[in-house]
T-cell receptor, first 112, second 113 residues
Framework: DQQVKQNSPSLSVQEGRISILNCDYT??????FLWYKKYPAEGPTFLIS?????DKNEDGRFTVFLNKSAKHLSLHIVPSQPGDSAVYFC???????????FGQGTRLTINP | DAGITQSPRHKVTETGTPVTLRCHQT?????MYWYRQDPGHGLRLIHY???????DKGEVSDGYSVSRSKTEDFLLTLESATSSQTSVYFC????????????FGQGTRLTVV
């Protein structure tokens, strides 16, 4: 039972354009969501997060949007840069869960 | 960078042999996790620990055991390795006070032949 789903295994975007990565979840208890970025041969690194009391959180070129009614979140990267090419994982948790549940990941490729 | 060290970084082992992966942290975080990463499955939790000698199963715990005798060390053991356990294994740590992100090690690539 996949509680966090990233339905797009891969995404290709031109440099300078917007990249939009999507994530859906099924567990209504989730109240905190995170995005991680992973380069080959490295561990995932934290990118940005959002609490369920918000619907948007920005950090530089990265913005995460949360739509609780649709159980959907998205990560926007504007403008996309070649260094953004990586695998992006969506994760979710709730108070008291003590652990993160991850999606399958989306491989983002930024083309020059 | 969070102080997490995984060892070994790469290992090739034969089917049926025992294997132990080590995770060492210098951050004094309470929670430690073992995940495996496989194509199409993302990161799946194997086991986690919420304190010394306190561990619990994750979603893919069959065939794995763990031990945590010290705050800084979390060991993952494959009692009898199988080819289906060929994967990249990541250790993670967290304070998990409220909403805190987890920090990951660099991973161990394990191949079972």
């Amino acid at each position: 039972d996949q509680q966090v789903k990233q339905n797009s295994p891969s995404l290709s975007v031109q440099e300078g354009r917007i990249s939009i990565l999507n994530c859906d979840y099924t567990n209504s208890m989730f109240d905190y969501f995170l995005w991680y970025k992973k380069y080959p041969a490295e561990g995932p690194t934290f990118l940005i997060s959002i609490s369920s009391i918000k619907d948007k959180n920005e950090d530089g070129r990265f913005t995460v949007f949360l739509n609780k009614s649709a159980k959907h979140l998205s990560l926007h990267i504007v403008p996309s840069q070649p260094g953004d090419s990586a695998v992006y994982f969506c994760a979710a948790t709730f108070q008291g869960a003590q652990k993160l549940v991850f999606g399958q990941g989306t491989r983002l490729t930024i083309n020059p | 960078d969070a102080g997490i060290t995984q060892s070994p970084r790469h290992k090739v082992t034969e089917t049926g042999t025992p294997v132990t992966l080590r995770c060492h942290q210098t951050e004094n975080h309470r929670y430690m996790y073992w995940y495996r990463q496989d194509p199409g499955h993302g990161l799946r939790l194997i086991h986690y620990s919420y304190g010394v000698k306190d561990t619990d199963k994750g979603e893919v715990s069959d065939g794995y055991s763990v031990s945590r005798s010290k705050t800084e060390d979390f060991l993952l053991t494959l009692e009898s390795a199988t080819s289906s356990q060929t994967s990249v294994y990541f250790c993670a740590i967290s304070d998990f006070r409220g909403n805190t992100e987890a920090f990951f090690g660099q991973g161990t690539r394990l191949t079972v032949v």
